[in-house]
T-cell receptor, first 115, second 113 residues
Framework: GAVVSQHPSWVICKSGTSVKIECRSL??????MFWYRQFPKQSLMLMAT?????????EQGVEKDKFLINHASLTLSTLTVTSAHPEDSSFYIC???????????FGPGTRLTVL | GDSVTQMEGPVTLSEEAFLTINCTYT??????LFWYVQYPGEGLQLLLK?????DKGSNKGFEATYRKETTSFHLEKGSVQVSDSAVYFC????????????FGTGTSLTVIP
């Protein structure tokens, strides 16, 4: 079946640095991808909707200058956490919608730890 | 706005016990409803879904019926196995096609032999 991959699966960085997370749809094209954030023992919260070739739509309360999203192709969206701080430590999950099967597929997630 | 309320866990059951995880929702339109499962260290996997009232989704022995009158989509399984141990998320989407999902808080299930 369709697969969505994320890279890296786990990253540790120092406070103040930037981290880029990639989300790829491996065998289908996705015009729309979503980025979620999951805190320990909590649910997934939508951060932004990523549309290929246009600006992302951010949810209320999500800083667009801090969480940069680029959806440059139909199979790749990236989330860059700029000037990361310890409070940005979380599990980031992307999803992509496969038009062919009318199904949303979720990536395995990226665990970010900011020291 | 849309939201999903899910039974809190953790839930611990013995093998072959009956499982129910409650889920209720609030939506402005006519949502599709989903159950996702997350095994340790893995991503979310679609377990089952229902797209309209009275539909029953089923997969791997799990079932859930879309009840519009009670705005519920409870997950059930008649006989759980150790391999069912995971976190289960109830979710809704206003459309079955490419919209954002709203998730419940997740219910951790541990099945002991």
């Amino acid at each position: 079946g369709a697969v969505v991959s994320q890279h890296p699966s786990w990253v540790i960085c120092k406070s103040g640095t930037s981290v880029k997370i990639e989300c790829r749809s491996l065998d289908f094209q996705a015009t729309t991808m979503f980025w979620y954030r999951q805190f320990p023992k909590q649910s997934l919260m939508l951060m932004a909707t990523s549309n290929e070739g246009s600006k992302a739509t951010y949810e209320q309360g999500v800083e667009k200058d801090k969480f940069l999203i680029n959806h440059a192709s139909l199979t790749l969206s990236t989330l860059t956490v700029t000037s990361a701080h310890p409070e940005d430590s979380s599990f980031y999950i992307c999803s992509a919608w496969d038009f062919g099967t009318d199904t949303q597929y979720f990536g395995p997630g990226t665990r970010l730890t900011v020291l | 706005g849309d939201s999903v309320t899910q039974m809190e866990g953790p839930v611990t059951l013995s093998e072959e016990a009956f499982l129910t995880i409650n889920c209720t929702y609030t939506a402005t339109g006519y949502p599709s409803l989903f159950w996702y499962v997350q095994y340790p260290g893995e991503g979310l996997q679609l377990l089952l879904k229902a797209t309209k009232a009275d539909d029953k989704g089923s997969n791997k022995g799990f079932e859930a019926t879309y009840r519009k009158e009670t705005t519920s989509f409870h997950l059930e399984k008649g006989s759980v196995q150790v391999s069912d141990s995971a976190v289960y998320f109830c979710a809704l989407s206003e459309s079955n096609t490419g919209n954002q999902f709203y998730f419940g808080t997740g219910t951790s299930l541990t099945v002991i032999p």
